[in-house]
């Protein structure tokens, strides 16, 4: 049984690839200072945990939870966007519970993106934006996020192809791996230049 073409264009992970390298180090005995994935190396507060074991014993909780998350879930995501962002989503049409980020990075790539299609994804940048793209059959053209611009892309140097063909942009500030951040200047350019040329901006913001 031959598997599908597009996966052909699956590349393996390259945290994968750089946690069996770690692996080997360690077996070698060498101390190996990990800056590769933001894993906690702190135990959540008690509090935090507290809450879960006595969620974890009421009966209500036990299923499945509904399709895009309970009503209270989304309502209190809609609440934090409002108190620190006064930003209003609508918690049933705007607000959705996902399993992961590479769950909704994936899903929204196979969605909106059609072979010869363009994503344009920063780099260096989380590897997910590349290969979700990848698997939807679309092409990826890179923007370089490079020092002397402050670690922003330069939309201006963009290919006209590539801004022509281009359905997904995305952008990650507070900027992993750089930590470089933005202000509303740079979002007031980013809506333009977006509607300009008919691109969705994905900003992947967890650090905020």
């Known amino acids: 049984m031959q598997l599908a073409k597009r996966m052909d264009t699956v590349e393996p992970y390259f945290f ?21 994935v933001g894993s906690p190396d702190l135990p959540p507060a008690p509090f935090i945990v507290d809450t879960l074991q006595k969620a974890s014993s009421e009966e209500n909780l036990h299923g499945y939870s509904p399709l895009g998350g309970t009503p209270d879930f989304r309502g209190a995501v809609s609440t934090y966007y409002s108190d620190r962002f006064d930003v209003n989503l609508d918690p049933k049409s705007e607000v959705v519970g996902l399993i992961g980020s590479k769950e909704g990075l994936f899903h929204l790539s196979m969605a909106y993106l059609n072979p010869n299609d363009v994503a344009l994804v920063p780099d260096p940048g989380y590897a997910v934006y590349a290969s979700a793209a990848k698997f939807a059959g679309a092409e990826v053209v890179t923007m370089p996020i490079l020092e002397n611009n402050h670690f ?6 963009i290919p006209e192809d590539a801004k022509r063909r281009a359905k997904l942009l995305w952008i990650n500030y507070p900027n992993n791996p750089t930590g470089a951040t933005v202000n509303d200047t740079f979002f007031a350019e980013l809506v333009e230049f977006a509607h300009t040329h008919q691109i969705m901006i994905c900003h992947d913001a967890p650090y905020m």
Do not use: F, M, Q, S
């Open 16 to 36: 994968a690839k750089l946690g069996l390298r770690i692996a080997e180090l360690k077996a070698e005995g060498k101390d190996v200072i990990r800056l590769d």
């Open 152 to 157: 922003l892309p330069d939309l201006d140097a």
